[in-house]
């Protein structure tokens, strides 16, 4: 039973386009969204998160959106750099419980 | 600062074989996680520690599964009698537990590949 999901396993965008990635959940008492961008034989590196209070939440070029209602959050990257590629996790917690669940995971190449 | 370590990054073992990862989470983490990554999936949760104190195990796979923090620090997780479905990369995350919804800091991972 897969609470998150991201169902696009790869995405391809030019360099200086915005980058969309998705991310769908199941689990209504989730209260708590992250993103991590991990890089080959790396551990996952945190990007930005979202509390279910909010709808948006913005740093620097990166930009999570939250719809509850749809149990849907996206994360945009404008303008996309080369270094941006890499594989983007989805996460979430919640229920008073730390520990996070993960999507499969989104392989972002940046095109020069 | 230093951020969490982990220990050895790479582990070849003979099925049967037992081993331990260690990890150093960031210096006065409260809280610290273990997960599992399978080639092409998202991590999976294993474990977490408040201080010392283990209080969740739920996705320990099976009673081979063991892990330690016996100071609040540094953590060990073993596995007895390895099989080649263990063979994945073990993540290690802390979090300071400063406020209720915290971000979690991940070490390198080490990669355990069971022959």
């Known amino acids: 039973d897969q609470q998150v999901k991201q169902n696009s396993p790869s995405l391809s965008v030019q360099e200086g386009r915005i980058s969309i990635l998705n991310c769908d959940y199941t689990n209504s008492m989730f209260d708590y969204f992250l993103w991590y961008k991990k890089y080959p034989a790396e551990g996952p590196t945190f990007l930005i998160s979202i509390s279910s209070i909010k709808d948006k939440n913005e740093d620097g070029r990166f930009t999570v959106f939250l719809n509850k209602s749809a149990k849907h959050l996206s994360l945009h990257i404008v303008p996309s750099q080369p270094g941006d590629s890499a594989v983007y996790f989805c996460?979430?917690?919640?229920?008073?419980?730390?520990?996070?669940?993960f999507g499969t995971g989104t392989r972002l190449t940046i095109i020069p | 600062g230093a951020g969490v370590s982990q220990s050895p990054r790479y582990k070849v073992a003979k099925r049967g074989q037992d081993v331990a990862l260690r990890c150093d989470p960031i210096?006065?983490?409260?809280?610290l996680f273990w997960y599992q990554q399978a080639l092409g999936q998202g991590p999976e949760f294993l474990t977490y520690f408040q201080n010392e104190a283990q209080l969740d195990k739920s996705g320990l796979p099976s009673d081979r599964f063991f892990a330690e923090r016996p100071e609040g620090s540094v953590s060990t997780l073993k596995i007895q009698r390895t099989q080649q479905e263990d063979s994945a990369v073990y993540l290690c995350a802390s979090s300071p537990r400063l406020a209720f919804q915290e971000t979690q800091y991940f070490g390198p991972g080490t990669r355990l590949l069971v022959l």
């Open positions: 210096s006065g983490h409260v809280s």
């Open positions: 996460a979430a917690s919640g229920n008073g419980n730390e520990k996070l669940t």
